[in-house]
């Protein structure tokens, strides 16, 4: 499944900003889709994702704050980020769980987005 990823950018403080992913035509079938982030020098961390029967899991640092909305189904989920903090500046990668037509299972990223917030 290749994920397409848009959004991001240099936002101040208190500010917002909206991620956007969609998986290109496939017929695989894509049960949870999220977003990770990954800051420099950290590790890549799960900020939120959104399963099938569209459950939400949220880290505890931006709940509140970020809300996830999607259709695992129609392959597209979006993050609505608010009330940004410099601490929130990370490369985020959108990702999907897949399965293909013979049951394989595969986690698949998109190219990563920049989010910078200034303070």
């Known amino acids: 499944v290749r994920l397409r990823g848009s959004g991001g950018g240099l936002v101040q403080a208190g500010g917002s900003l909206r991620l956007s992913c969609a998986a290109d035509e496939s017929p695989d079938s894509i049960h949870v889709m999220g977003w990770y982030r990954q800051a420099a020098g950290s590790q890549r961390e799960l900020v939120a994702r959104?399963?099938?029967?569209?459950?939400?899991d949220y880290a505890d640092s931006v709940k509140g704050r970020f809300t996830i909305s999607g259709d695992t189904a129609a392959k597209w989920v979006w993050l609505e980020m608010n009330s940004l903090k410099p601490e929130d500046t990370a490369v985020y990668y959108c990702?999907?769980?897949?399965?293909?037509?013979?049951?394989?299972?595969?986690?698949?990223w998109g190219p990563g987005t920049q989010v910078t917030v200034s303070s």
């Open positions: 990702h999907a769980n897949s399965t293909n037509e013979y049951g394989m299972g595969y986690a698949n």
């Open positions: 959104i399963d099938s029967l569209g459950s939400t």
